[in-house]
């Protein structure tokens, strides 16, 4: 009954490229056109920030970003260029209730955090306050860390990460009103330090902007005895005009 019924749903209402809205013949992803002008990141990169290089510098080679500023974790790892096609994708699924989205996001980001993912202990998704929660009904992050245990394998510890201060949307804000405005607004639980404690762990957001709210998580999961923190993001800014090295 459940096959018959999704097939009359898909004849009735077929499938839709989540970017151009075209018909999607097999209902997954992006039609071709999109698909052929998604940014996806692949080597060579930045070897702790993920920051593509416009050359291969060699193995191993850090950007000028992340020796100048190195970020309070270790690594970070994002599927895509927060381009578009990526920027139509994640507003469509953060706040036009597009879950469906999920599954092929997620994907993406356990392809592109395959070697973050070895050996890694448990997923921190980044945790929304208890009012935007409330008023967008799920978190895009929890959403993305789930599709990515499924990929894996590796649990996903929810509660011991918490936003307890509520702070105004980071769109907008320069790169130092971001770092001010997360300041002191995550903390680990005292009950939710177990599963923090001496783990390997791997924080999970949508988007990497100026890295500001995973720079905070992350020092909170090493202050509560996190023994590493990796960040996964399904897609992350990128200066266009400027080469990361």
Not at 32 to 53: D, V
Not at 136 to 164: C, T, W, Y
Not at 178 to 194: C, D, I, L, M, W
Request: aromatic share 8%.
């Amino acid at each position: 009954m459940r096959s018959a019924f999704g097939a009359v749903r898909d004849f009735a209402l077929p499938p839709l490229c989540p970017s151009c809205r075209a018909p999607l013949g097999d209902g997954m992803g992006l039609c071709a056109e999109c698909w052929s002008k998604l940014s996806f990141i692949e080597p060579p990169f930045c070897a702790r920030l993920g920051i593509p290089f416009t050359y291969d510098p060699g193995p191993g080679l850090l950007s000028m970003q992340a020796i100048a500023d190195p970020p309070a974790y270790d690594r970070s790892r994002a599927a895509v260029r927060y381009d578009d096609i990526a920027r139509t994708l994640v507003h469509a699924f953060k706040y036009g209730d597009r879950l469906d989205f999920a599954p092929v996001m997620g994907r993406w980001m356990a392809r592109a955090g395959r070697e973050l993912l070895e050996g890694a202990d448990a997923l921190v998704p980044v945790p929304l306050h208890w009012r935007r929660l409330w008023a967008r009904r799920f978190n895009q992050s929890a959403a993305l860390a789930m599709e990515i245990s499924g990929a894996s394998g590796i649990p996903v510890v929810h509660d011991s990460l918490k936003r307890v201060r509520a702070t105004v949307q980071q769109v907008g804000l320069s790169k130092t009103e971001r770092a001010e405005n997360v300041q002191g607004a995550f903390r680990v639980s005292g009950e939710g330090k177990a599963g923090i404690a001496g783990r390997r762990l791997v924080l999970v957001d949508d988007v990497l902007t100026s890295g500001a709210t995973v720079d905070t998580c992350a020092r909170a999961l090493l202050r509560a005895g996190a023994a590493h923190v990796d960040v996964l993001v399904f897609a992350r800014v990128v200066a266009p005009a400027r080469t990361p090295i």
